[in-house]
């Protein structure tokens, strides 16, 4: 069965922390997403990977930055949180194979807390 | 550039009923539009795909959806909801060439007994 796991349900930082968000996943897949997840707003996409130590920037890439030294692993990193960075967030990998394309396997979110 | 709206926000039904969820894309190509569902506090689950071919999709749980190209729609449906179907449900469209998605902004369904 495929697997997505984020290394956090939930979390809670302070203001001006630097913040780490793991995404592993076994498929060897080669794309890895990080979205965040706001009430009325959907899913936004920060980030993206299209291969290991490849990355480019989503919509709203703004305050982030991303890691992927290995190919099962995709950081997110918050460089110094803020509390209108307080969000779910969704990490998702999906295949290069052309027989299933764009489809993306989701973690079960961790839900961010900057007070 | 690819969009797609989920024209209602949130839809409330008694248990037993039938549903029908609007998903209405904009793209020029034949699109590769997808059903997600997000159960309170998960992350989200693939419920249908369609690629091509036929353009009645059956997905898991139940759920279908049709591919209606003159409309650019791909309405989510289900003869009979039941309680455990109270989720927020998330149309997508795949954006060109680099293995993205464009979500909607989703649909909650509230289930009544």
């Known amino acids: 069965d495929v697997k997505v796991t984020q290394s956090s349900r939930y979390l809670v930082k302070r203001t001006g922390e630097k913040v780490f968000l793991e995404c592993v996943q076994d498929?060897?897949?080669?794309?890895m997403f990080w979205y965040r997840q706001d009430p009325g707003l959907g899913l936004r996409l920060i980030y993206f990977s299209y291969d290991v130590k490849m990355k480019e920037k989503g919509d709203i890439p703004e305050g982030y930055s991303v890691s992927r030294e290995k190919k099962e692993r995709f950081s997110l990193i918050l460089e110094s949180a803020s509390t209108n960075q307080t969000s779910m967030y969704l990490c998702?990998?999906?295949?290069?194979?052309?027989?299933?394309?764009?489809?993306?396997?989701f973690g079960p979110g961790t839900r961010l807390t900057v007070t | 550039a690819q969009s797609v709206t989920q024209p209602d926000i949130h839809i409330t039904v008694s248990e037993g009923a039938s549903l029908e969820l609007r998903c209405n894309y904009s793209y020029g190509a034949t699109p590769y539009l997808f059903w997600y569902v997000q159960s309170p506090g998960q992350g989200l689950q693939l419920l249908l795909k369609y690629f091509s071919g036929d353009t009645l999709v059956q997905g898991i749980k139940g759920f279908e959806a049709e591919f209606k190209r003159s409309q650019s729609t791909f309405n989510l449906r289900k003869p009979s909801v039941h309680w455990s179907d109270a989720a927020e449900y998330f149309c997508?469209?795949?954006?060109?060439?680099?293995?993205?998605?464009?979500f909607g902004k989703g649909t909650l369904l509230t289930v009544n007994p």
């Open positions: 998702a990998s999906s295949s290069h194979d052309r027989l299933i394309p764009y489809e993306q396997y």
């Open positions: 498929m060897d897949h080669e794309n």
């Open positions: 997508a469209v795949g954006r060109g060439s680099n293995y993205k998605l464009t």
